[in-house]
């Protein structure tokens, strides 16, 4: 496994060895040993997540004030556009954001540690979204942040991919600027 580092300490891009032939592929998509030696983390997952998006669908900036979750995140149909926002108020990058292109083909990872929020906007036509987590989901607990909020300056690639504007559920219509954010600690 490929680890590369982001601007974003713990946010780690993950690229799997991949067997392929003319028959298709085979790849391990998580072996926790080869994680922990990859990476320097040993981490639990305690849940697995599957959605299913339509082009232009954007999620996120979704995280936990408890029961924060660490995330390990990839498409196995599509294509995605995915960011990480540092919400850890000590850390020097408290407040900025590192993304990546997830798809199908390339087979990359992000790694999304505890205390950031996490989101991304479908760049296919529809994009398979399969993520790992740490803790279990807590609705009571879960915020948004607003994706487009100025003082975090997302650079989503929206209109170059052919997106007016991205579709939004409700409770990401309502995410809240960053300096309006509740956060953990």
């Known amino acids: 496994m490929n680890v590369i580092a982001t601007a974003l300490e713990g946010v780690l891009i993950l690229e799997p ?22 990476t320097g983390l040993k981490v639990d997952f ?20 408890r029961q924060p979750q660490g995330k390990l995140v990839r498409v196995v149909r599509g294509a ?18 590192a993304g990546v292109e997830l798809t199908a083909d390339n087979q990359r990872q992000l790694w999304v540690p505890p205390g950031l929020a996490h989101g991304f906007v479908v760049l296919s036509e529809s994009a398979d979204f399969l993520y790992k987590t740490t803790d279990y989901y ?15 300056a ?20 309502a995410g809240v600027p960053l300096a309006r954010a509740e956060l953990a600690g």
Not at 20 to 30: K, N, P, T, V
Not at 138 to 152: K, N, T, V
Not at 158 to 172: Q, R, T, Y
Request: no cysteine; glycine share 6%.
């Open 17 to 38: 060895k991949v067997f392929g032939d003319a028959r298709g592929f085979f790849m391990e998509s998580f072996n926790a040993r080869d994680f922990a030696r990859a």
């Open 46 to 65: 305690v849940q697995d997540n599957h959605s299913r998006s339509a082009r232009g669908v954007l999620r996120g900036l979704h995280y936990q004030i």
């Open 80 to 97: 995605v556009f995915d960011v990480a926002v540092d919400l850890r108020r000590a850390s020097p990058t408290f407040g900025r954001w």
């Open 138 to 152: 807590a609705p009571q607990f879960e915020r948004s942040i607003l994706w487009s909020d100025p003082a975090i």
């Open 154 to 173: 997302i650079a989503w690639p929206l209109a170059e991919h052919g997106i007016a504007s991205p579709l939004l559920s409700d409770k990401d219509r």
